[in-house]
């Protein structure tokens, strides 16, 4: 409710309120904890401030009683000194009350009592003597009564008996001040009390020397005691009596406080404590009073009403609040007139995020789309790119294959063009012996052409001879048949050498075209030879390319692997862009919503 309630403001009020709650915390915080230091400090001072004047008045009230104290226990040492050295005087001795009692204005009385014949056992010679009673004892009694000192015995008819001032320090044979008292002195009733000094003689309790003091000058210094205007002091017995305090009806009664702060009195140690009073929350501190080097210590309390230590404190508070609620009027006043501008910007922001959010939503959902193809053209090119990975993989092992052949193949051609060098040679060899062979046959039909002439002379000359042989007859006889059997000879030589021509004719006919075909073929085996090189050196070109191809496709199975993987990866991220493109989506919806807002506000 509280939620849809604050969502019904308006922008300047959704944006103050919280500044002006958060402000609020903020200082009163401050104010906080600066109240609580200035409580803390408040406190911190007025406890030192009571204890330094505890101390100062607590020492006064010990230093009066402690006056007393030494009177007694200088006159008793003396009278105890007396009684050692058998010196005893009682005039003197009581002369000598007399002028303790004479020296301060402050002593009510001064007085002696000692046991049966304790002092110089002589108590019958003094019966019913001046300044002795009927028993004749030491009980001198110097009493101050206005201007005068007069004197009396302790017991008479108006004390005929003897009190636990006198039984109490004679018992305990420790010397006490005791416990404060009332008495009326020349018409006044006063609160007093006496400082007794016991005289102890080989272990026995012999007589006692006491000084009677008012305790006005006490209260009056009690009274004095008040470190604010609305303190109070109160001077507490070590019997937990009241001695002196504001309240003249609690004076002489038993102080009535709880349980811890009578502890802490007992305790006999400074000490402070809060209590709860009729005058509310109060901080009481505790003082002790050690009386001279008894056992006995009074205690003064000192009771100041919390809300008086903390005044100071409260005012600041009040201040503070007061800075603290200007600060934060004008704090609002600032944020508030700041909201109104910002509203006006952002209503105009609003608008015009609008529009962009309204462009975003369909550029995103034109992502979303592209991204779903993108995703779906990813998966598809990755079946592809994995069919393409594995008939590239059937390629790269034909073209292994092919790599291997064309290097088969680079070493044979590379064996027959070395074949074909080889045979380039023996045909060229072959044409220069059928060359030499045709040059011989030239000149073996030249030298048949010479036989065929010599076997056409001879036959001429055979033919001639025997015409000679004819005319010569007879005689000529034998050399016709010689020149016959000569011109037969040169016949069958002509017939022969022109087989032979014609047989060499043929052969150098035959040997020509040999040469010329040994020629050609030797051109062709040239030609081959190149084309053998040109074929071995495109084998090896072609194995170099094979390789190189082989690796290249190594290189391209390499690449299309890990085109695979980017493919698969940008399918991936394709996804990844289309979970994207949705959860923008649902944050422009969110930007819609709050730009809504914005303008409603």
Same mark, same amino acid.
């Given at each position: 409710?509280?939620?849809?309630?604050?969502?019904?403001?308006?922008?300047?009020?959704?944006?103050?309120?919280?500044?002006?709650?958060?402000?609020?915390?903020?200082?009163?915080?401050?104010?906080?904890?600066?109240?609580?230091?200035?409580?803390?400090?408040?406190?911190?001072?007025?406890?030192?401030?009571?204890?330094?004047?505890?101390?100062?008045?607590?020492?006064?009230?010990?230093?009066?009683?402690?006056?007393?104290?030494?009177?007694?226990?200088?006159?008793?040492?003396?009278?105890?000194?007396?009684?050692?050295?058998?010196?005893?005087?009682?005039?003197?001795?009581?002369?000598?009350?007399?002028?303790?009692?004479?020296?301060?204005?402050?002593?009510?009385?001064?007085?002696?009592?000692?046991?049966?014949?304790?002092?110089?056992?002589?108590?019958?010679?003094?019966?019913?003597?001046?300044?002795?009673?009927?028993?004749?004892?030491?009980?001198?009694?110097?009493?101050?009564?206005?201007?005068?000192?007069?004197?009396?015995?302790?017991?008479?008819?108006?004390?005929?008996?003897?009190?636990?001032?006198?039984?109490?320090?004679?018992?305990?044979?420790?010397?006490?001040?005791?416990?404060?008292?009332?008495?009326?002195?020349?018409?006044?009733?006063?609160?007093?009390?006496?400082?007794?000094?016991?005289?102890?003689?080989?272990?026995?309790?012999?007589?006692?020397?006491?000084?009677?003091?008012?305790?006005?000058?006490?209260?009056?210094?009690?009274?004095?005691?008040?470190?604010?205007?609305?303190?109070?002091?109160?001077?507490?017995?070590?019997?937990?009596?009241?001695?002196?305090?504001?309240?003249?009806?609690?004076?002489?009664?038993?102080?009535?406080?709880?349980?811890?702060?009578?502890?802490?009195?007992?305790?006999?140690?400074?000490?402070?404590?809060?209590?709860?009073?009729?005058?509310?929350?109060?901080?009481?501190?505790?003082?002790?009073?050690?009386?001279?080097?008894?056992?006995?210590?009074?205690?003064?309390?000192?009771?100041?009403?919390?809300?008086?230590?903390?005044?100071?404190?409260?005012?600041?508070?009040?201040?503070?609040?007061?800075?603290?609620?200007?600060?934060?009027?004008?704090?609002?006043?600032?944020?508030?007139?700041?909201?109104?501008?910002?509203?006006?910007?952002?209503?105009?922001?609003?608008?015009?995020?609008?529009?962009?959010?309204?462009?975003?939503?369909?550029?995103?959902?034109?992502?979303?789309?592209?991204?779903?193809?993108l995703a779906e053209a990813s998966t598809r090119a990755a079946?592809?790119?994995?069919?393409?990975?594995?008939?590239?993989?059937?390629?790269?092992?034909?073209?292994?294959?092919?790599?291997?052949?064309?290097?088969?193949?680079?070493?044979?051609?590379?064996?027959?063009?070395?074949?074909?060098?080889?045979?380039?040679?023996?045909?060229?060899?072959?044409?220069?012996?059928?060359?030499?062979?045709?040059?011989?046959?030239?000149?073996?039909?030249?030298?048949?052409?010479?036989?065929?002439?010599?076997?056409?002379?001879?036959?001429?000359?055979?033919?001639?001879?025997?015409?000679? #042989?004819?005319?010569?007859?007879?005689h000529g006889k034998g050399f016709a048949v010689v020149a016959?059997?000569?011109?037969?000879?040169?016949?069958?030589?002509?017939? #022969?050498?022109?087989?032979?021509?014609?047989?060499?004719?043929?052969?150098?006919?035959?040997?020509?075209?040999?040469?010329?075909?040994?020629?050609?073929?030797?051109?062709?085996?040239?030609?081959?030879?190149?084309?053998?090189?040109?074929?071995?050196?495109?084998?090896q070109e072609i194995a170099g390319a094979s390789q190189q191809?082989?690796?290249?496709?190594?290189?391209?199975?390499?690449?299309?692997?890990?085109?695979?993987?980017?493919?698969?990866?940008?399918?991936?991220?394709?996804?990844?862009?289309?979970?994207?493109?949705?959860?923008?989506?649902?944050?422009?919806?969110?930007?819609?919503?709050?730009?809504?807002?914005?303008?409603?506000?």
């Open positions: 409710m509280l939620f849809r309630g604050f969502k019904r403001l308006s922008f300047t009020q959704q944006l103050t309120l919280p500044i002006a709650v958060v402000g609020t915390l903020v200082l009163g915080g401050i104010a906080a904890l600066s109240v609580q230091d200035s409580f803390r400090d408040a406190k911190r001072t007025a406890q030192t401030l009571t204890l330094e004047m505890g101390r100062t008045y607590s020492q006064q009230i010990k230093t009066y009683l402690d006056k007393a104290f030494s009177q007694a226990e200088v006159v008793g040492r003396s009278l105890s000194m007396d009684v050692q050295n058998h010196l005893q005087d009682r005039n003197r001795a009581y002369l000598t009350l007399r002028e303790v009692l004479n020296s301060d204005s402050q002593y009510l009385a001064t007085w002696s009592a000692w046991e049966p014949n304790a002092y110089d056992g002589k108590d019958t010679q003094y019966m019913n003597s001046e300044m002795h009673e009927k028993t004749g004892r030491v009980y001198p009694w110097w009493v101050r009564q206005g201007d005068k000192i007069v004197y009396k015995t302790l017991l008479n008819e108006e004390t005929p008996d003897l009190g636990d001032w006198y039984f109490q320090p004679m018992q305990s044979k420790q010397s006490m001040l005791v416990e404060p008292y009332k008495d009326t002195v020349n018409g006044k009733e006063l609160v007093m009390t006496s400082a007794v000094y016991t005289i102890v003689q080989k272990g026995e309790a012999k007589g006692l020397v006491g000084v009677d003091i008012s305790l006005d000058s006490i209260k009056n210094l009690v009274t004095e005691v008040r470190p604010f205007a609305d303190s109070q002091s109160l001077l507490i017995s070590d019997k937990m009596m009241v001695v002196a305090g504001p309240d003249q009806t609690a004076v002489m009664q038993p102080y009535q406080a709880d349980a811890d702060l009578q502890a802490l009195i007992q305790r006999h140690e400074i000490g402070s404590l809060e209590v709860k009073s009729t005058r509310g929350k109060e901080m009481v501190l505790v003082v002790p009073v050690p009386i001279y080097d008894l056992e006995q210590n009074w205690t003064l309390v000192i009771r100041t009403p919390e809300k008086t230590i903390l005044a100071a404190a409260y005012a600041s508070l009040w201040r503070q609040l007061g800075f603290s609620l200007v600060g934060l009027l004008l704090l609002m006043s600032v944020v508030y007139l700041g909201a109104k501008r910002s509203e006006k910007k952002i209503s105009t922001l609003s608008s015009g995020l609008t529009e962009s959010s309204l462009g975003i939503s369909e550029d995103l959902q034109h992502l979303n789309t592209t991204g779903g193809q079946a592809s790119i994995e069919e393409t990975v594995a008939s590239l993989e059937e390629i790269t092992s034909m073209v292994r294959l092919n790599t291997g052949n064309a290097q088969n193949a680079a070493v044979l051609s590379g064996e027959s063009a070395k074949l074909a060098k080889t045979g380039e040679t023996k045909i060229l060899e072959l044409v220069q012996t059928m060359a030499a062979i045709e040059s011989s046959s030239q000149k073996i039909e030249e030298i048949i052409n010479i036989i065929d002439d010599i076997a056409f002379q001879t036959n001429l000359l055979a033919l001639n001879a025997s015409v000679e #042989a004819a005319r010569a007859g007879e016959e059997a000569v011109r037969s000879l040169a016949q069958r030589s002509a017939s #022969a050498a022109k087989d032979i021509n014609q047989l060499i004719s043929v052969s150098v006919t035959q040997v020509k075209q040999g040469t010329v075909m040994v020629r050609e073929n030797g051109e062709v085996l040239k030609q081959m030879s190149a084309s053998i090189d040109k074929v071995a050196t495109l084998n191809q082989s690796a290249g496709i190594e290189q391209i199975n390499v690449s299309i692997n890990q085109l695979d993987q980017v493919i698969q990866r940008n399918a991936s991220e394709a996804g990844e862009i289309v979970t994207a493109a949705a959860n923008i989506s649902e944050k422009s919806e969110v930007m819609n919503s709050t730009v809504k807002v914005l303008s409603a506000a």
